[in-house]
């Protein structure tokens, strides 16, 4: 499945979608060690303006490195860079695609810039932002 | 533990450290979908520039959410962005400081950049960045 | 974040609050081998007195050892001794606190005999409890 | 599998063995929240008095649960109480044996205590304590 940078065009796209479930983020707070109650404690939760535990952000931007490192480039691929703009919560239950698409090449330097996407299921972003990375050689 | 943005001043710091396993990232790599060889694949892996599997940029750039939504500003924190540069690979078994650092304060706005930077045992930086967040009310 | 005997007082708590859900309870039962079908087998706990799965005892006492290690008096702790009686069950989504209150100082022998108590989100007690500490040096 | 108390004589005993791993340490730290650096933290955990991680305490207990649940009495019992005496530290790859004994049978009441014993494969003991448990009907 790996690509190399010849034979990546800009506007290539990639995506991946997943149904981001509790089990998901409980598991992402145990390995990460974010037990912020935001996450883990309905009770409180409720209280704030989200009306309850949302996904960590973080997990739903993972879905990107997925995108990046199996599909485009692919395996191989060398994650130099991710900014993240988190734009609306992620909710239990919520699927979520994460798209890529390639908006710069620079061939010499073995390098492309993409624009990264997740998207709920109501097609409202939920984060946006650019990947940098190096395709297998 | 929770603090508001008056409690917090340019230049305050708090970190969060773990030890990442083989454990952390066969779990991270199933929940993001992530499953990319230079993660689970050690036969793949070593044929790589690394000499073998590595944590996911992801999973070591979330401990960062940890120390945020955690400690510093702490639970009711919400994430408005982060930008990751990953400097070096974090090989199975690193341990890892995650450190944010307070470098503006803009009150009126309830918002917070923080330089955002995880450190592996040998004091080299694996990633770099920094997160902008509001501070809980 | 450690507290050494000299800075705790009788009268200090700290608490750590978590919805437990069918996910922990899932993992629990994986990782200790508790497969008592009053934790996993939906069919026969529905016939038991509790009408349903309930939480392992052990997991819900487990958030106890969370705030002696983490809060008070946190890392470096070392944990001599645990009393539980368990009150009442709990079901999965609960939302339980787990307090900690220090009855009991021996500054000499560096030890501490603290209240342990677990509540559900109704201010019901589902385990009472004493722990005896180590404070970190 | 299930034993009623009349089935069940004092001196009878069951147990249960499991080698305790960094995997299940790990695990243990994401549904607890207990993310204490002594089970997580090599770097600082060389540091300290075991000189290196070690496995929670209530997860090496809750292997006494897992007896008590799944054989003696088995499916339906109800656990009413366990005290807890840490008495050594249990190290990765330990494998670790619960036992329990039934010390004293109150038939009318329909209650057992139970002498509830953790040994390591050195046949140190490092745990020792007493359960009170409902036999189920």
């Known amino acids: 499945m790996k690509r190399t ?6 506007g290539d796209t990639a995506t991946f979608q997943k149904t981001l479930t509790e089990s998901d983020v409980y598991l992402f707070a145990g390995i990460s060690g974010d037990q912020n109650p935001a996450h883990i404690n309905q009770v409180e939760a409720e209280k704030g303006i989200f009306g309850g535990r949302i996904v960590h952000g973080m997990l739903t931007a993972s879905l990107i490195s997925t995108v990046l490192g199996m599909y485009l ?65």
């Open 73 to 137: 480039p692919g395996p191989g691929t060398i994650y130099l860079g991710q900014d993240l703009k988190f734009k609306k919560p992620v909710h239990f239950g919520d699927t979520i695609e994460a798209k890529v698409e390639v908006t710069e090449r620079m061939a010499e330097k073995n390098r492309l810039i993409l624009k990264t996407t997740c998207t709920n299921q109501n097609g409202e972003v939920v984060i946006e932002g650019q990947a940098i990375v190096m395709p297998p050689k």
């Open 5 to 10: 940078i010849d034979t990546i065009q800009v």
